[in-house]
């Protein structure tokens, strides 16, 4: 079943604030919640309009004073315009703020590269203090939420626009904890996001037909970075693909390389948005397959680069 992770997110929190007094809902005139989800939520839920700025700044101070403030609003202007909030207010003071962050990745494709968030895994998870997550569907969202209650210090949440599919069945998400949604010891496929991990499941059947065995990992918390499951599951493999809808640099690519680098050196490749601003207007799923971030390209990554390092083993 499809669901929008962004409503799972949404429909998770309302009965928790009932619940849970120390709770606040902070909106950005988003529209994700109507006039009877803030009804239903009273006092605890208050729209202070588009101003990201502002908005991190009075969560910080709602926070400080011990209240636990959800805030929504878009990824790219969380990531952008309210950056400094963040990083100063929030997280310097290590403040349980939960950033919920709509229209990941390319979900806002049809407004263009203002709206689109392409930097915010690279930018949030390098913040000291800053626990980065990345759901792929809504159950994961749902699971996520209930967990942040009791989280300590700040929290940045990645979510989309539209509904995405549910992913088969897996092990129960825990934030921290990386997700080993196939076994296989030749390669592995990281990933993050909901379109990302559906491609790597889709590419390990295929590979799988090959005589290619990969886990499949879904490292769906950059920070704190669960090291330890990335390099057992990449020490008997010959090759990690790391999949994400985010520029290449700095994102999940970029955790699980230095990740490696230091723990467990091998090859990495990374399947991601070319280093370029977005110049093709159309909706999520459109992008995703215009830009080829799809199950077809990691498998042809992984097959070329297991053909070119056999055929170099044979010419030795």
């Given at each position: 079943m499809s669901r929008a992770t962004r409503e799972a997110y949404r429909d998770t929190l309302l009965p928790l604030l009932g619940r849970h007094p120390e709770l606040m809902c902070l909106d950005s005139d988003t529209g994700l919640f109507s006039a009877d989800h803030a009804?239903?939520?009273?006092?605890?839920?208050?729209?202070?309009?588009?101003?990201?700025?502002?908005?991190?700044?009075?969560?910080?101070?709602?926070?400080?004073?011990?209240r636990v403030p959800y805030v929504n609003t878009m990824a790219a202007f969380a990531t952008s315009r309210a950056l400094e909030p963040i990083k100063i207010d929030i997280a310097y003071n290590r403040l349980p703020v939960r950033i919920m962050a709509t229209h990941g990745g390319l979900a806002a494709g049809h407004l263009g590269p203002t709206h689109q968030a392409l930097e915010d895994l690279a930018v949030m998870r390098v913040l000291p203090n800053m626990?980065?997550?990345?759901?792929?569907?809504?159950?994961?969202?749902?699971?996520?939420?209930?967990?942040?209650?009791a989280l300590p210090g700040p929290l940045y949440v990645r979510l989309g626009r539209k509904p995405t599919p549910a992913l088969p069945e897996a092990p129960p998400p825990v934030i921290g904890k990386a997700q080993t949604l196939r076994q296989g010891g030749d390669v592995v496929l990281a990933c993050c996001g909901?379109?990302?991990?559906?491609?790597?499941?889709?590419?390990?059947?295929?590979?799988?037909?090959?005589?290619?065995?990969?886990?499949?990992?879904?490292?769906?918390?950059?920070?704190?970075?669960?090291?330890?499951?990335?390099?057992?599951?990449?020490?008997?493999?010959?090759?990690?693909?790391?999949?994400?809808?985010h520029w290449r640099s700095g994102g999940l690519g970029g955790a699980v390389t230095e990740a490696l680098a230091e723990e467990a050196p091998t090859r990495?490749?990374?399947?991601?948005?070319?280093?370029?601003?977005?110049?093709?207007?159309?909706?999520?799923?459109?992008?995703?397959?215009?830009y080829d971030l799809t199950a077809e390209r990691v498998v042809r990554t992984v097959r070329t680069a297991l053909d070119t390092a056999a055929l170099s083993g044979a010419a030795h």
């Amino acid at each position: 079943m499809s669901r929008a992770t962004r409503e799972a997110y949404r429909d998770t929190l309302l009965p928790l604030l009932g619940r849970h007094p120390e709770l606040m809902c902070l909106d950005s005139d988003t529209g994700l919640f109507s006039a009877d989800h803030a009804g239903t939520a009273g006092e605890q839920y208050l729209n202070l309009g588009i101003a990201e700025h502002n908005l991190m700044g009075i969560a910080a101070g709602m926070a400080a004073c011990g209240r636990v403030p959800y805030v929504n609003t878009m990824a790219a202007f969380a990531t952008s315009r309210a950056l400094e909030p963040i990083k100063i207010d929030i997280a310097y003071n290590r403040l349980p703020v939960r950033i919920m962050a709509t229209h990941g990745g390319l979900a806002a494709g049809h407004l263009g590269p203002t709206h689109q968030a392409l930097e915010d895994l690279a930018v949030m998870r390098v913040l000291p203090n800053m626990t980065v997550v990345v759901p792929a569907d809504a159950a994961a969202t749902e699971a996520f939420v209930e967990q942040s209650v009791a989280l300590p210090g700040p929290l940045y949440v990645r979510l989309g626009r539209k509904p995405t599919p549910a992913l088969p069945e897996a092990p129960p998400p825990v934030i921290g904890k990386a997700q080993t949604l196939r076994q296989g010891g030749d390669v592995v496929l990281a990933c993050c996001g909901p379109y990302p991990v559906l491609a790597s499941l889709a590419a390990a059947d295929e590979l799988a037909a090959h005589g290619i065995e990969a886990t499949v990992l879904n490292l769906h918390t950059l920070r704190p970075f669960d090291t330890e499951a990335l390099v057992a599951a990449a020490r008997p493999a010959s090759l990690v693909v790391t999949v994400e809808e985010h520029w290449r640099s700095g994102g999940l690519g970029g955790a699980v390389t230095e990740a490696l680098a230091e723990e467990a050196p091998t090859r990495v490749l990374r399947v991601g948005m070319p280093d370029r601003f977005v110049d093709t207007v159309g909706n999520q799923e459109h992008l995703v397959h215009h830009y080829d971030l799809t199950a077809e390209r990691v498998v042809r990554t992984v097959r070329t680069a297991l053909d070119t390092a056999a055929l170099s083993g044979a010419a030795h």
